[in-house]
């Protein structure tokens, strides 16, 4: 079952180097795909309602609450 491993963890890495290419090549005011905060993916109806937004629902609340950036 490495098989399967091996796969998830590509599409981990796949991932990850998504999202980095999105926080490094998106246009000002272009929503990202993954959180800049806790790198989960932010869902297409949050990123079409929220113009430009950077982070995920459950970062977005926790920053608002007053919880500033994680430590
Ligand atoms: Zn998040």
Same mark, same amino acid.
């Given at each position: 079952m490495t098989d399967a =491993?091996?796969?998830?963890?590509? =599409? &981990? +890495?796949? +991932? !990850? @180097?998504t999202a980095i !290419? &999105? =926080?490094? @090549?998106r246009q000002k005011g272009q929503s990202l795909t993954h959180c800049l905060e806790c790198g989960d993916r932010i869902p297409e109806a949050r990123r079409h309602a929220v113009p430009g937004c950077e982070l995920c629902i459950t970062c977005q609340e926790w920053t608002e609450r007053g919880g500033g950036f994680w430590p």
């Open positions: =491993i091996d796969q998830a963890n590509s =599409i &981990a +890495e796949l +991932e !990850r @180097s !290419r &999105a =926080i490094t @090549s």
